[in-house]
């Protein structure tokens, strides 16, 4: 069994980075003409008490079958959107969605939006999508969705999602008001071996084939099975419902060849320089929380935007939580209470 489960993590530390992991949830009988929608579940909803549940709604963004996962406040006065790391798997941040909303005290909607094709069903027939491309997909959301809005939109990015989120906020000013990234990743950290490892395998078609099959071939076992062998291998600390949704999600050959594929476009981008100038131009509009050892948000990052953006809101988590917050209802919750702690101090300061 050691063996085993030296081989899983193995295989799975490229996709092991950014899941957070929700309740499960089932198919309501409600739709829209263009959207299916479903209703998640509310197993950690005891955490801060009965409220709205998440709806799991399939939407077609830019011409492309998109996930959002949102709960609508009766009369919101801004709107949150979230933007979820690699894998881009909305129903992972259920949990954390559903306890920011309840401490926003509904006066705000909140919608999280997946990436493309990284979803259960392969939508977009085995089609590749890069960085760039899925930032422009959540442009296109804003434009498409939430454009005719008149409350104000404030982005909240998880991992490369802080990433896309600065860049949202760089490319629509007038209608993006604060950008809150949390374990964000923002640079190659050259000094993790992780993230060495990685990038091998995402710059090579063989490699990524390759893992994309093994881990598709663990989603076609029988279901127990496949739970089984997750749970043993990475999800030892995981909820069933963890194990659940990345069995029916991640364990897929189109998802997995789309996580790697961003994942080499990512490692491209951000061998970069942070674009200092624009973070420091509007530092009042930016923050970030970072963990104690997280190698995609390390604490070298944190120190490098203090010099260069004095004023941003800077934070680093302690409570021993981890970059895949959302892996547990504590973490969730932690972080939905520091989120909205920042939203509310950012319109207090705005009115």
Partial sequence: MRSLRTMLLGLFSPIARTFSFPPSFHYSTS????????????????????????????????????????????????????????????????????????LLGGTASVTAIGHISHMEKDWEHGSLFSLQEQIDHKMNFIQSELQNFEIPIIVVGHSIGSYISIEMLRRAPEKVIYCIGLYPFLAVNTESSTQSIIRRIAASPILCAALSSIVALLGLLPTHASRFLVTKSVGKSWSATAVEALCTHVLQYHTMRNVLFMAMTEFKKLSETPDWSFMRGNQNQIAFLFGIDDHWGPLQMFEEISKHVPGAALAIEREGHSHAFCCSGAGSLWVAQHVASLIRNQISRSN
């Fill in 31 to 102: 739709s829209t003409s263009n959207c299916v929608i479903r209703e998640m579940g509310d197993h950690n909803l005891h955490l801060i008490g009965k409220g709205k549940r998440a709806n799991l709604r399939l939407c077609i963004v830019s011409g492309y079958k998109t996930d959002l996962l949102e709960i609508c406040a009766d009369d919101p006065t801004l709107h949150v959107l979230f933007i979820p790391g690699n894998p881009g798997v909305v129903s992972f941040y259920t949990d954390f969605l559903e306890s920011l909303y309840e």
